[in-house]
């Protein structure tokens, strides 16, 4: 971690000024957001700012997002309470907080050991007041409330073959909120999906 100077590219002095902020969180080398704010604990080539994401945001102003975007990096995270709750703060109204990561059924998931946190169909509802879903869950445990715009399973494999029949499983899944709800009720681990897509807006 480069502590000497944590902002590689001045960025946080002119953040206010820019027209569209978007804030790419654990992205590696390479971001695939154009034009984001890379944000990442390893001071890598495509980093803007480095810092352990474990501890927050604490250097990004209230409402200064038009976009949170993060691809497989929530599952690495300790406290996944910190960084929703930071995300939210840092969103503009209206803002979207979007995504993906492993769901549970993945069996790659359990091949990384620096992976934490799982995540279910359910698992951003704990972040809504509202749900688009029959099943409800507990909303009381924090104050951040997003809409939920968009949930969608991902069925992959890295074998063609089996790769098209799992894009089958993608359609039929997905093809309504019953079908979501019935494959992790009763499918999720005859067909593992390989990872959840997420789209947020705060209210």
């Known amino acids: 971690m480069n502590l000497t100077n944590p902002d590689k590219s001045a960025i946080l002095e002119r953040i206010q000024a820019l027209d569209k902020v978007v804030i790419e969180l654990g992205c590696g080398s390479s971001k695939i957001q154009p034009g984001a704010i890379g944000i990442d604990m390893v001071d890598l080539p495509g980093v803007d700012i480095v810092c352990n994401l474990e501890e927050g945001l604490p250097f990004l102003p209230d409402e200064c997002a038009d976009i ?3 691809s497989h990096f929530l599952e690495h995270l300790s406290d996944l309470h910190l960084v929703m709750s930071e995300s939210f703060r840092i969103l503009k109204k209206g803002g979207v907080m979007k995504g993906r990561v492993p769901h549970f059924s993945n069996p ?9 946190t799982s995540f279910g169909l359910y698992s951003f509802c704990y972040f809504s007041k509202q749900t688009p879903f029959k099943r409800g869950v507990p909303t009381f445990y924090n104050s951040v409330n997003f809409k939920i715009i968009r949930i969608k399973l991902v069925f992959y494999s890295p074998f063609l073959i089996r790769n098209i029949f799992r894009k089958i499983l993608t359609w039929v899944f997905n093809s309504s909120r019953f079908m979501q709800e019935w494959y992790e009720e009763g499918f999720c681990y005859l067909f593992p999906a390989y990872e959840m897509e997420f789209e947020l807006e705060k209210l």
């Open 68 to 70: 949170v975007y993060s």
């Open 108 to 116: 790659y998931f359990y091949s990384d050991y620096t992976h934490k």
